[in-house]
Structure formats: C-alpha cells, structure tokens
C-alpha cells in the first residue's frame, strides 16, 4: 500500500466508516483496482446511492484509468454542486481539463478559478506546458529499468545506504500484522546488494530500524547523522497511539548505527512523510499537510542542531509547494528534487526539479517524458556513479508493465536531470537618483526579436522572468513619461542554471528637460562657438552627445535645433552663420546614430531672437552679446513623451 494511499486512509477511513456503509466501489478504490471501482460505483450511481465521496472516488478513478473527459465532467459536476469543493480536486479537475482541451481553451477556462492561481502557481503552470508542449526541447535520454527487488505488492521510497538500496515495500511476511484497509502487510523497510549494472539483488528486512508491529517506511540514511531517518506508526510499544477522533497518525524518528531511537516529529493530530536530511545546512525537510499550507501535503523543513529539532516547521513556499500535493524531498548538487500531483504535469504524480537560489527556488521543471508518465512517478533519488561518468538512480511509479502496484526502477543518464534556465532579473530605477520605478513594463525578446514574456515592475521596482536557456535574448523596458531600455546580451556557456542580473534605467523626461524662453529644452550646459565659426569642438560635441543619449532612451522624441546670434556683424552674415551651426549640430547628431526623424527642423535665426537690448546699434558688454549667442535643441513632441 503506497503512501500517499495510506494516507487518503488516514484522513478519510475513520469519517468515511462512520458516515456510511462501504461498498463494492469502495473495496475496489483503496485496491488501486480503479477499472473495477468504476463499474461498481457507475451501477451504484444509476441506483442514486452514491456520496459525494464516492462520486468523487468515481472521479478519481476516472482519472487514474487517463479518461480525462469523463474525469474533467464528473469534477466539474461536483464542483457545479459546492463550489466550496477542496482544493486538490480542483487541481484534480484542472489536470482533466487541461488533457481535453487546447491550451487557449484552458486558459480561457481557468478564468473561473482565479482565487486558486497564485501568482507563483500561475507562472509555474505557463512555464512548464511550455515546456511540455516545446517540440524543440530536447528530452533527456533516460535509461531506466525494473529492478529485480519488486514484488506483486507496493514497493516504494527507495534510499541509498553504503552498498545497499534501502526500500519500503507492503510485500507479504510469514508473520505479522495485516494493515486492513489495504489487506497487505504493515509497511516495512527492506534492503539488497546494489549490483555492478545498478540491479539489486534479493532484498531482505532491514533490521537496523527499531522494532514494530506496525508501518517502518521511507527511510533515508544520514552519513552526518550516523542514523537512519524513517517514518513510523504512532505507538507506544505494542499499542497505536490516536487521536480524539481515533486516527492514527505517522511520526518521523531516527534510528543510530547503534541501535539508540528517538522521535524526531511526533504529533498525535498531523503526521508526517518522506524525512531527507541535508548535511550541509542541518535541515530536515519533510511532507506533511497542516492547516494554513497552500493545497495537500506540502513540503517543510525545520533546523537542527545535529539533529535536535531547533525550529518550528517553515514552508517551503508557493514556488515549489501548490494546490496539489508535494512529497518525497531530495536535494542533490544545488537542486531540489521533489514529486507533485499538480496540473499542469503528465498526469497523476509526476517528479520535478528546482535550482536552490540565494532567495529561495527558481521555477519548478518537469524532469519530461523521459522519466515521468502518465501515472504516478514520485521518490527520485540520485548520484554521480564516479566510475562511468554517469548519473545513476532510482525511483517508484505505479506506471504500466511493472509487477506490483508499486515498483522501484532505476536511472542512467549522462547530464543530471533538469532543464537548463536562466533567470533575468533585476530593478527599475530612474537613474538620475536611482529611485525604484514601479509599473515599468518590461520585454523579454529572443533573437529575432519575438517576445518570450513580459512583465511589470512592482513597487520596489523588481521584476524576474525564467526561461528554458538560450544564449541570445535581449530586454527592454518603458514606463509613460520615461526613457526607454533595450540591451542584448549573450550567454558564452551553457550551464545548469545561469542569473542574469539586469539593472533598467528608465531616465525621467522631466530629469532631462527644462524651460527656457518658453520652450521645453535639452537640459544642456551652454556651449559656444568660435567667432564667425560652425566647427563643432571637443566641448560642444560632449553636450551634443548628452542630446545623443536623449534620443536612445526617448526613440519617438523630436526636436528641433535653433542656433542664435549676437547682434554684431551683418544681418544677412549672422544669419547664415546661424544656419551653418544649426546644420553642423544636426550633422554631429546623425553621425552619433541619431535618426534623421528625430530631428525635424533645424534653422539658423541669426540676430532676429535676441533676449535681451543688445540689437544693432546698442552699446552692450561682453557678457550681454554672449547670452544672446545660443544654441537651443527644442523638443517638439514633449506632451506626448510625458
């Protein structure tokens, strides 16, 4: 009996015996017999004397034989009825839809339920059927085989242990107790010899774990901790320990080399699953559902000190726990391997992996077709076999072709699992005083200019995109009133998981203008000519490269150059002296990229706009002509660019 199911049992038996009189339906669900449940509960369903339960047992099993239109229609029924219904059958429900229809049908659908999609659940789905759709994407070449361990019954959770495989299996004993609702042997936890070619031999009892009557399962050997980590029964000896509604609940303990165990997680009321321990950080992650989590089981962690529970159970978050259920934590070279019933997968439990970052988990990735199917694929676990270069592991799934309701395959792979990613993220800011811009929206496009996704920057003005890697992509941004961005950027090397780290500066049009004579200007520092010259010099280039850089940030500006004179020298002299510079400022303008529609007029006004008294024939200082020799660059559009 697989874990998961055990716990379908767990949660509902004890309400479930005592609300109603089982039938054949029912005998036939909790067997896994799901073709032979559907008859049951269909005969049963014409008689009108099927629960909401069982309707939904009637659904599940639907699911489970991959009829996703009679699935989808019994859920939707259902939920048409309480629309209070739990959230995994809702996930349930959107995992039969999104098999029956296109993807925009599905989107369009999932318009019903937008109090169920969280922002992270929202961009885990859109990512990874994507991915799952993506004919280009290249699957890993998986070598998988059943491995000579299984038997007719579940065999389930393996875990390494030195030379050994360590396993659960429901295998029928000689001797023992008999779990009931599954008509199968408590669970227990088995060990065999892993062979050259990664088979292992005939497996026996491990009897390193302490003694019990009752269910030993999911073990997970700790070199660091010198112990083995399992979940058991609640008991205290002989006798199972319940709670005030007489359920029986799952504890984890820990088992040393020398025989001496503890309870690590108890609790009478909640139990707990698939304890891993990481050395590196001391945290022992787990599965369990508590109230307040974000679907079914979730997965947890708490710190340690050498084992000595230190903390509170803390969330793993919405990026890697979802509506549905999440089990089975094992992390390996810097990822989070872990297996979740959510909908968007191939259908029932499929495994997934995510990068562990400085602040929490890049998305989730379907580890594909190559490993996962239809059915449930949960327990990976894996290592670097130094030997032959390859990837070796293992995994349980109930998929088609085994021998048991359970069984334990094995893995070879050249690259570890997981797709490449790359992340790009960064801030919005005003570069003028680095201030975060909030609802800039910002582009991600591929190399021919197609885009890939887009987003919005929020208050602190971060935004964050994940994409399947690529090594060319570019990004642009623009807010209202704003420059705009653009940047390509080239990835040289091909790894695992890459962040980019792209700061936006969206300048502030007003931060680049000002008013003078009653024009909206360049903000620029004045800059003269030679007497009776055009040249354009080192000094006026440098401003004129300040209107350059204008442009590329504001690519719909339009401007308009004016060039000035003081009074002295003629009047027809002074005008086409202005003329020349005005054309001299346009000329270094385009030959710094500036398009010829940025500048839309360009005129000489010689003596005909001083701004002061100093016209022909009026004695003025020094300082009196210059303020009339000028050079203004206008900005004729700047209604429509703020």
Known sequence: MKLKAILLFLLMFSAFTNAQKKSKGDYFFFEYAYKDAIKEYTKELSKNSLSNQQYLNLADSYLKVGNYTKAAQLYEKQYQKDTTLATPYINKLLLSISKTKSRQEFTSYTENFSNFFSKELKDNADFNFEILEDNTNKEQDFLLFNCYLNSPQADFSPAFYKDELLFTSGRTKAKGKIYEPSGESYLDIYSGKVQADGDVTVPTVFKRVANSKYHKATPFYSEALKGIIYMLSNADGDNLLFDNKGKNTLAIGLVSEKGKFEYLLRDLSTSFYYPYYEAATSKLYFAANFEGGFGGTDIYYVHTNNGQIMSAPINLGPKINSSGNEIAPFIFEGSLFFSSDIFYGLG?????????????????????????????????????????????????????????????????????????????????????????????????????????????????????????????????????????????????????????????????????????????????????????????????????????AVVVNFPNIRLKVESHTNSRGSDARNLALSQDRATAVKNYLLSKGVATDNVAEYIGYGENLVINQCKNGVYCLEFLHNQNDRTLITVLNYDELN
């Open 348 to 548: 029932g439990m499929d495994m997934y992996t995510s990068n562990i970052t400085a602040d929490g988990f890049s998305t989730p990735v379907n580890l594909g077709k190559g490993i996962n199917s239809t059915y449930d694929d949960f327990g990976f676990i894996i290592k670097k076999n130094e030997a032959d270069n390859l990837y070796v592991g293992y995994f349980s799934s109930n998929r088609e072709g085994g021998k048991g309701k359970d069984d334990i395959y094995g893995f070879k792979v050249t690259e570890k699992p997981g797709l490449k990613t790359i992340v790009i993220k960064g801030v919005v800011v005003n570069p003028a005083n680095n201030r975060a811009i909030e609802e800039a929206s910002i582009t991600l496009l591929d190399e021919d200019e197609n885009i890939l996704k887009q987003a919005v920057s929020d208050v602190e003005g971060n935004y964050e995109f994940e994409i399947p890697f690529r090594k060319g992509y570019a990004v642009k941004a623009y807010k209202k009133g704003h420059g705009r961005f653009y940047e390509k950027f080239l990835q040289e090397e091909e790894v695992k998981a890459v962040t980019q780290n792209v700061k936006i500066g969206l300048p502030f049009i007003q931060d680049v203008v000002e008013e003078k004579e009653n024009k909206t200007v360049i903000k620029l520092q004045k800059f003269y000519f030679a007497k009776g010259s055009s040249t354009i010099t080192p000094a006026i280039a440098s401003e004129l490269d300040k209107v350059a």
